[in-house]
C-alpha cells in the first residue's frame, strides 16, 4: 500500500462524501450534499488517497472561539473519518499530526472538536474543556413566576427575518461564554437555519422567536413542537436560546415555558449553569443530564496561555510534555498580574506542575477543576499548587460551546 497525503481536489468533494458515509453508517442525500458543500473548506481539506482514491478525511474550520477574556483564533477539527478498509494503518495519527503543524503556521492557539469516541482524541493531546446539559420538564412543573416587563416584546420572524436578526444578537452574546464559538453567513443559512423538510420527522418547521426591550433585540429562540401521540402530546423542543443578558434570557424562558397546549418542555444543549434551571419553582422536576462538548488541546501553549485572562494573580512553573507538538514541551514560567494578565515564558525553574496537552485544554476554558484532574492522577505536582492553579483558570462562567462543528 502506497498512501499519498494530500488536500482535496474540488472534483474529489463528492468522493470525500462517500468516505464519510461509509465511515459514520450515514447517507449524505444528493438534495444534502450542496448543502454540505456550502459549510465545508475544501481549502483545508485534507485526505489520504490509495491508489487514486480518497480512503479517509479530515478538515479544520478557521474559528474564533471565546476563551476568558479575550477571543482567539481556532483550528476546527471536523470529518474525520478512516474508511473501514483502512483502518489500523497510522492514517488518522498522520493527518493529525500534519494538520498541528498547519494549523502552527496559520497561527492558530488552539485546536478542537467534538469527539465521535471519546476514546479515540486523549491520544492526540485533546482533553474535555466544556460540558452540556441535556433535560426535559414537564409543563405542569415548568413556572417561574417571572413579573414581566412593560417595555419587552416578543415577536415571531419567518426564516429569511431571522437570518438578518439572530445573528447581530448572536455576535454580541458570544463574548460572555468560554466556548461560545463564530459563525459564517453560510454557517448560519446552512447549518444553523436550515430545516429541509425530509429531515423534520414528522416535528413542525423552526420557530423564531426574538425578545426585544425598549424595541432592541436582545435574545432569540429557535424551537420546533412535535406532537408524538396525537391531540394533548404537544412537545417543545428547544433547537437554541441566546441571549445578550441575563434578564433577557429568563424573560423569552418564560415565554417558552408558557406556551399553550404544550405538556413538556425539551432541550438538548444549554449551559450546565443555566439559568432557567434553578429559577424554575419546580426544579427537581428538571431531568438533567450531562455530557461532553469542546474538546480542546494547544497548538502553540505560550501563546494560549498569554492570550486568555485568569481570575487570581501568582506564578507557577508547568512542564509540558507534547509528543505531537514538540515545540510544546518545555518547561514555562506562567505570571499572572493582578489584573489577571499574563506572562509567559522558557525557564529552567524546577517544575511545580506536570502535564500533557490534554490536561492544558481540559483547563483552558475555566470550566474544569484541576484537583479533580490531581487526584484522579492526570496531573502531577503538588497539592498546593495544584489549589494554585485552580485559582488562576477557574472562571466565573461555565464554558459553553453552541453547536457541533
Wanted: aromatic fraction near 8%; include cysteine.
Amino acid at each position: 500500500m502506497s498512501l499519498e497525503f494530500r488536500p482535496i481536489r474540488d472534483d474529489e468533494v463528492d468522493a470525500y462524501l462517500d468516505v464519510m458515509e461509509l465511515a459514520c453508517g450515514i447517507e449524505i442525500s444528493d438534495v444534502q450534499r450542496p448543502r454540505s458543500r456550502k459549510n465545508m473548506e475544501v481549502s483545508r481539506m485534507r485526505g489520504a488517497i490509495d491508489n487514486g482514491k480518497v480512503v479517509a478525511t479530515f478538515n479544520a474550520y478557521p474559528i474564533e472561539l471565546t476563551v476568558p477574556g479575550n477571543v482567539i483564533p481556532l483550528s476546527g477539527v471536523s470529518q474525520v473519518t478512516v474508511a473501514p478498509t483502512h483502518r489500523r494503518r497510522g492514517i488518522l495519527t498522520k493527518l493529525m499530526t500534519s494538520h498541528f503543524e498547519e494549523a502552527r503556521e496559520r497561527g492558530d492557539l488552539m485546536a478542537g472538536l467534538w469527539a465521535s469516541e471519546g476514546h479515540i482524541y486523549p491520544r492526540y493531546g485533546y482533553g474535555v474543556a466544556s460540558y452540556h446539559q441535556a433535560a426535559r420538564i414537564l409543563k405542569p412543573f415548568a413556572k417561574m413566576n417571572l413579573q414581566s416587563s412593560p417595555d419587552v416584546s416578543i415577536e415571531m420572524v419567518n426564516t429569511a427575518q431571522a437570518r438578518d436578526v439572530l445573528p447581530g444578537i448572536y455576535d454580541r452574546a458570544r463574548p460572555r461564554i468560554p466556548g461560545m464559538l463564530s459563525r459564517t453567513a453560510n454557517w448560519w443559512e446552512f447549518r444553523i437555519l436550515a430545516d429541509p423538510p425530509q429531515g423534520r420527522q414528522g416535528a413542525t418547521p423552526f420557530r423564531h422567536a426574538v425578545l426585544s426591550r425598549a424595541g432592541q433585540p436582545e435574545a432569540y429562540a429557535i424551537y420546533y413542537h412535535r406532537l408524538p401521540n396525537g391531540y394533548g402530546s404537544l412537545e417543545l423542543h428547544l433547537v437554541e436560546i441566546i441571549a445578550v443578558n441575563d434578564q433577557a434570557e429568563l424573560a423569552l424562558w418564560d415565554y417558552l415555558l408558557n406556551i399553550d397546549l404544550t405538556v413538556l418542555i425539551s432541550y438538548w444543549n444549554q449551559p450546565v449553569d443555566s439559568i432557567v434551571v434553578p429559577r424554575t419553582i419546580e426544579s427537581r422536576r428538571w431531568e438533567l443530564s450531562k455530557q461532553d462538548s469542546l474538546w480542546l488541546r494547544p497548538v502553540d501553549l505560550p501563546a494560549a496561555l498569554l492570550a486568555r485572562h485568569y481570575s487570581s494573580s501568582g506564578q507557577l512553573v508547568i512542564e509540558c510534555q507534547d509528543d505531537q507538538c514538540p515545540w510544546n514541551t518545555g518547561r514555562f514560567l506562567l505570571s499572572v498580574d493582578e489584573s489577571g494578565v499574563a506572562a509567559c515564558q522558557p525557564t529552567s525553574r524546577d517544575a511545580q506542575l506536570h502535564m500533557t496537552p490534554r490536561e492544558i485544554g481540559a483547563l483552558y476554558l475555566g470550566g474544569v477543576s484541576a484537583y479533580e484532574l490531581w487526584r484522579s492522577g492526570l496531573l502531577h505536582g503538588d497539592e498546593k499548587s495544584v489549589i494554585a492553579i485552580d485559582r488562576l483558570f477557574r472562571w466565573h462562567r461555565q464554558p459553553w460551546c453552541p453547536h457541533i462543528f
